[in-house]
């Protein structure tokens, strides 16, 4: 176990004292892919862990899907592969349940040698863009909904992927069963240990809820007045499903379409504004219940979201399978359009009263 009288911070200390098993820990952040990249260190490099005396090169997170480095703007072979500093994001340090040998795990963000926020790091893309919401006095609330597959280890004889055999029955899932409580049942403990690591990393999940395909699921996560936070505890979600549920020998995957005549998976965003006084902008001012009024500053956050959604795309769906998703008839937007309480728009506005008032962009 490392010196924790003198290097490393009072909580971290804390930490250790709270886990006194743990051989290893890992350094992770989230490329452009989305998808978790790190080291793992001895715990005995604690203390330089979170002191900030890391390094590892910045193109690590312009790499492909398959980890792939392609010198984007001469980054990465043109330039010799410099290094960045690595730094600890406060508050992140967390113990990682599944793991086979006692782990902890911190989020890191990279700087340049002076200091500044490395450019291409997604976390800063998006402190940049919060930074430009608060000059406007507001302060963003967000939640996120996450739709996956569990999925067979077994692939079919094609190699594709194949629904997981239930738990309770023995039987091949099939057929929709939307909100079926039968399914939330068979699979109990592998959403209960996902939860149970959630809560081990701070994250607070909502409600879980059966798709409309065979081994899909969703499992919510509450709103944040911190996107910065709410982003970080995203990533690391899909890091703690993943992993978890190949203790319970099956796999998952957030992919967009991972059968083609099934529903697809998505990603949908709630999200409104506060004001200074904690108001949401949002709201309309004479709202009656069961009435579907927009208020003006609604209207031009709509109208703004629609304006961009085309170049936005490129963002939204990424790759060629995102687009598979796109289909009438399946809850998904095919259209630049919006609607209150309706699942085939692209921005829907749930139902509530004005505190709730919130665009969900599916």
Known sequence: MPDTSSNIDQDAAAFLAAHPKLEEIDVIYADLCG?????????KFLDKIMTGGLATPGSVFLL???????????LGFSDGDPDCQVKVIPGTLKPVPWASRPTAQVLATFQEADGTPYYFEPRNVLRR??????ELKLRPVVAFELEFYLIDREKTDAGGPQPPVSPLTGKRMA??????????????????????????????TGAITKEY????????????????????????????????????????????????L???????????????????????????????????????????????MGPSMAILAPNVN???R????????????????NRSVALRIPSGGPEARRIEHR
């Open 35 to 43: 998808l978790m990249r790190g080291k793992r260190y001895p715990i």
């Open 64 to 74: 492909d899907a398959v980890g792939e480095g392609h010198d984007p703007l001469g």
């Open 129 to 134: 863009v919060l930074e430009r919401i608060s």
């Open 175 to 204: 057929g929709t069963q939307v909100y079926g409580m039968a399914e939330l049942d068979a699979y109990g403990d592998i959403i209960g240990d996902i939860t149970d690591a959630c809560a081990a990393q701070g994250i607070k």
């Open 213 to 260: 395909a065979p081994g899909q699921f969703e499992i919510n996560l509450e709103h944040l007045d911190d996107p910065l936070r709410a982003a970080d505890e995203c990533v690391l979600f899909k890091r703690i499903i993943k992993n978890v549920v190949q203790r319970h020998a099956v796999e998952a995957t957030f992919m967009a379409k991972p059968y083609p």
């Open 262 to 308: 099934t529903a697809g998976s998505g990603l949908h965003l709630h999200c409104s504004l506060l004001d200074e006084e904690g108001q949401n902008v949002f709201a309309e001012e004479d709202y009656q219940p069961g009435q579907n009024k927009t208020s003006d500053t609604l209207r031009h956050a709509i109208g703004g979201i629609l304006d961009l």
């Open 322 to 324: 995102s687009y598979r």
């Open 326 to 341: 796109f289909a009438p008839n399946t809850y998904v937007p095919v259209t630049r359009s919006w609607a209150h309480e």
